[in-house]
């Protein structure tokens, strides 16, 4: 009898185990392409954490900044392994050299086409060779593979990269991200492109000590004497050689700074910018840069009233510090609304719901009822940012106001094209602003929305930067710097521009133009537009710039600005052309692209017999970002946790309902 008893507890917990498990044996078909925690293995004998230590050296002379990255791995294990680490660098950066160091041995590396320099290096690994592999994922996340590692060995990754640095409202700002955060996503793994397989990254859990060390020493060259200069995400010590010149490294390098980007922002003397025109002349082919100072803003006097739709992300990422930041800027954001305008709220995480199925106008009791609804939000599960955003553009509209759509979040998704697209066919004279929200936010997603969308981005890192930033957004909003902006040549033999368009200006950003030139440096550019109602003009004489040699990082700025409009931003319509050129350009110009890779061999075999175990490099979590930000394997359906739950607290009870009669039953027989 009490076997017969014990019966249906055994049958529960079957069932729950193979409910809650994937089949025994194989994986299920569904899992989806998930970052997931590190689990340390007893095998003391392979190294797990073979980067020990980044460290930068970045030189800012004027506007152009370049930037000297060398990656450790050492092999404190007894085994061979094979390295891969994930890591991010800015979207602007253009990378054009990369060295192997071993040793005494120096093997520089060589652009390929991506597929070649993969097979290229997969050979040398199976050979026992040592070689390495950089390959880019997005143009803010990098691919290292570094293969065969011999126990005690040191291997040194040297990386250079040119950013064009381009002030906004007076400051300019320089950015080295240290960490890729977690990246969520709803595509099946089996059968997941090549592209996308990193995000399948382990992480360390929330407040686990960063296993590399980071050191960052920056010299701030600029010509003009400096006002201020400042470090909001480090402390930093700053040594003077003078008034415009100033050298920066880490006050405590020993300390966790490797899981958060470095940000060092500067405004020269009396809120000037650097502007005007730079010339290259080189062997095959010249390049030029003009920097436009934009004019002083004109606040219009009729503001029409305007629509705003704000789409919150209070996913799991987002919880704790993120999203009680991006409630502060929020609470700003509606709280600075008129009377006349409407607006509306969407939330997202796994799923989405909108605060009123049309806008609302913006009274203190519409006001009070968003701002409840936000408070109540922790953060928690998915990130499906694309079925929100669609909501929120289709939502019904006044063909007589001005649209702008809000996207509050930390950008931590894989799928950023499917959001690019879904806000190009959606435009209907709808501006996009987007707020990256963190300390380690996706840049390129932030970047790429607002371009998309013809707004601008915003990155808030800390609560106390969200007023602010509330200000400076309500100012782009009510009056653009510059509109309907033209770009002219006379005498002066220009080709290749880009952009070849330029849109409407809404921060007082310098417009930075680049382009090839023929024949002799002379003629005129001549840049006009609209000023509210006022005509904007301006000419530059060429025959006044230098083509000096200090200039000659333009090439790569120019193939890289041509790049970014072609592959990073640009429509995915003709895949196959952009494919080609972009190729074209990476082999050109030497540069890292989606389709062509730095890869570097040793012509030595120095693992002739023993296979080298493969090792995943963990990440820590961006500071702030807690736990609930990284998942494991779940099916398709976003958010499976709470139907996986009903299901079995239904199924439980229905057992504990049949034992019971079963019990009852059983004792009367008895």
């Not at 089996?190 to 000590?209: C, H, I, N, Q, R």
């Amino acid at each position: 009898m009490r076997q017969m008893a014990n019966c249906p507890f055994s049958c529960v917990v079957i069932v729950l185990v193979l409910l809650s498990c994937p089949a025994l044996g194989e994986e299920r078909k569904d899992k989806t392409l998930s970052p997931y925690f590190f689990v340390q293995e007893g095998d003391s004998s392979t190294d797990s954490f073979p980067l020990k230590e980044t460290g930068v050296d970045a030189r800012i002379n004027g506007v152009i900044a370049e930037v000297f990255v060398s990656q450790k791995y050492v092999n404190q294990g007894s085994k061979p392994i094979n390295a891969r680490y994930i890591f991010p660098a800015s979207t602007r950066a253009t990378v054009h050299g990369m060295n192997m160091v071993v040793g005494e041995r120096v093997v520089t590396a060589r652009i390929k086409e991506r597929e070649t320099a993969k097979r290229e290096f997969a050979k040398a690994r199976q050979k026992g060779k040592s070689a390495s592999l950089l390959e880019q994922q997005r143009p803010n996340v990098f691919n290292m593979n570094v293969a065969n590692i011999m126990p005690g060995d040191e291997v040194r990754i040297e990386l250079r990269y040119t950013e064009l640095l381009v002030p906004s409202e007076g400051t300019y700002e320089f950015v080295y991200p240290t960490v890729v955060g977690p990246r969520y996503s709803n595509q099946p793994e089996a059968g997941a492109p090549e592209t996308d397989l990193w995000v399948k990254s382990p992480y360390l859990k929330e407040g686990s000590p960063v296993p590399a060390s980071f050191g960052i020493h920056v010299t701030v060259s600029t010509g003009i004497p400096l006002q201020e200069l400042a470090c909001p995400s480090h402390r930093v010590d700053v040594q003077w050689e003078s008034k415009s010149m100033a050298r920066v490294s880490l006050e405590e390098p020993k300390e966790s700074s490797g899981n958060r980007d470095f940000i060092l922002n500067y405004r020269l003397m009396g809120k000037e910018i650097q502007s005007g025109l730079m010339l290259y002349k080189g062997e095959t082919e010249n390049f030029f840069l003009l920097m436009v100072q934009p004019p002083e803003r004109v606040q219009a006097k009729d503001i029409p009233p305007r629509e705003f739709i704000f789409i919150l992300d209070v996913s799991g990422s987002m919880h704790g510090f993120p999203l009680a930041t991006a409630k502060t800027l929020i609470r700003d954001l509606i709280g600075g609304l008129r009377e006349r305008d409407k607006f509306n709220v969407i939330l997202f995480s796994g799923s989405s719901c909108v605060m009123s199925s049309s806008s609302v106008p913006a009274t203190q009791t519409n006001i009070a009822r968003a701002i409840q609804v936000i408070d109540s939000q922790q953060g928690g599960g998915g990130t499906e940012l694309s079925p929100a955003l669609t909501r929120g553009l289709s939502l019904p509209r006044d063909e007589n106001t001005s649209r702008s759509v809000l996207i509050i979040t930390d950008g931590f998704i894989s799928a950023e094209r499917d959001v690019f697209e879904i806000i190009r066919n959606n435009l209907n004279n709808t501006n996009v602003f987007s707020f990256g929200i963190g300390s380690s936010v996706n840049r390129f997603l932030i970047e790429g929305m607002a371009k998309a969308g013809l707004g601008e981005p915003f990155v808030v890192t800390r609560p106390e930067e969200a007023r602010v930033t509330a200000e400076r957004f309500r100012d782009y909003v009510q009056s653009p710097v510059l509109t309907q902006i033209r770009v002219g040549f006379k005498g002066f033999d220009a080709y290749d521009v880009e952009p070849p368009s330029v849109p409407d200006l809404f921060a007082r950003r310098p417009l930075a133009i680049f382009g090839k030139w023929r024949g002799n440096a002379e003629g005129l550019i001549e840049v006009a537009g609209k000023r509210e109602t006022e005509e904007y003009a301006k000419t530059f004489r060429v025959s006044e710039a230098d083509p000096g040699e200090a200039n000659s990082a333009l090439g790569y700025l120019w193939a890289r600005t041509r790049i970014a409009r072609l592959s990073d931003f640009g429509d995915r319509g003709a895949v196959a052309e952009t494919k080609k050129e972009v190729t074209s350009l990476g082999l050109a110009y030497s540069i890292l692209t989606p389709y062509t890779s730095f890869v570097a061999v040793m012509d030595a075999v120095r693992n002739p017999g023993e296979q080298a175990k493969d090792v995943n490099q963990p990440l820590p979590l961006p500071l702030g970002v807690s736990n609930l930000a990284v998942g494991g394997a779940c099916s398709k359906v976003p958010e499976p946790e709470l139907g996986l739950l009903l299901a079995l607290f239904i199924l439980v009870s229905s057992f504990v309902w049949i034992y019971r009669r079963w019990s009852r039953t059983a004792r009367r027989a008895a």
